[in-house]
């Protein structure tokens, strides 16, 4: 049973997000559903559209609501380059999470809250600029669409900043792209950590128009997340070290060659490849635990 272990041992699900890039670790949440290997693990931890990819496996419904990644009316409800030019957020995650998975694609929340495996939701908070973990703020649905709402905050684009017990919160993936480090402090012993980034891919410096628009930004809505988002090639950095440092953490990328996707992107195309891009390299990645759970069914 999760966190009721005698072995002394925490083993940790992260799912890293990057809006649109998250269509490769829900792909690679797939196996792990079919293969009943979720009980598994004492947590799961999720970063921006990790975390949504992380709910979704918590209510077994990975493969029940796939298809909104590439589903065209979805995409062009949730991101929408156009809304910038009427000051509305170009990403709307209040439909997405209020509208979509309530009406269109049903999340199952309180599964979510049932499922003895944690769900430890990741954001960012405006004012102290931390990394913050908010699964002791969740304990009803409307808490639970709150904290997908606050982890996948990006700055501007989703519009303000979430705000939870008066506090604001903008998107995980400025402090913690994969939430390594909390998992640790936190105990974990051995890691799994679904990537939505290839081995040659790395973070970027935000650029110079990025940085004058989004300055204001920061300065008016979350004055302390501006300087992590400034160094969060920095963070990555350190990220990428505690994985591959780590003695028992298993990393799943897209594989080499893999279409690189920018944070918008809504082509039904690209995304349902790389979701089914996802789903192989999971595979493949878990073949043999995957073998010992259908040979002990």
């Known amino acids: 049973m999760p966190g009721r272990r005698d072995d002394g041992a925490r083993l940790v699900l992260l799912v890293e997000g990057g ?9 690679m949440t797939v196996p792990i ?33 796939k298809h909104a990644w590439w589903d065209p009316a979805v995409m062009r409800t949730t991101i929408n380059p156009r809304r910038a030019f009427t000051r509305r957020p170009v990403v709307d995650t209040r439909h997405l999470v209020h509208t979509i998975y309530t ?25 102290s600029g931390e990394s913050t973990d908010l699964h002791k703020t969740v304990h009803d649905t409307l808490s639970v669409q709150t904290a997908l709402r606050a982890s996948t905050a990006m700055p501007l ?15 995980a993936g400025l402090t913690e792209m994969v939430p390594v480090r909390t998992a640790l402090a936190q105990g974990a012993t051995h890691v ?11 973070a970027m410096p935000p650029a110079r128009a990025e940085r004058l628009l989004l300055t204001r930004w920061f300065a008016r809505y979350a004055p302390g997340a501006a ?32 279409a690189q996707i920018g944070r918008t992107e809504r082509g039904p195309a690209v ?24 040979e002990t069914r």
Do not use: K
Request: hydrophobic residues 40%; glycine residues 8%; negative net charge.
């Open 19 to 27: 809006s649109s890039r998250g269509a490769y670790s829900s792909g």
């Open 33 to 65: 559903e079919q293969g009943g290997l979720l009980p598994l693990f004492d947590a799961v931890y999720g970063s921006s559209a990790g975390t949504l990819n992380a709910a979704w496996l918590l209510c077994g419904r990975v493969e029940q609501s």
């Open 103 to 127: 009406q269109l694609v049903p999340m199952g929340f309180q599964e979510i809250l049932d499922n003895p495996v944690e769900f430890h939701p990741m954001a960012t908070d405006g004012l």
């Open 157 to 171: 684009l989703a519009g303000e900043p979430v705000v939870i017990d008066g506090r604001p919160y903008v998107d």
């Open 192 to 202: 799994v950590a679904l990537r939505t980034r290839r081995s040659d891919e790395v």
């Open 227 to 258: 300087e992590p988002w400034l160094r969060r090639v920095e963070s990555w950095v350190e990220e990428e070290a505690a994985l591959q440092s780590h003695p028992a953490c298993l990393q799943i990328r897209p594989p080499l060659g893999s």
């Open 271 to 294: 995304l349902r490849a790389a979701f089914d891009t996802g789903v192989a390299a999971a595979r493949e990645a878990l073949a043999s635990v995957l073998d010992r759970a259908h």
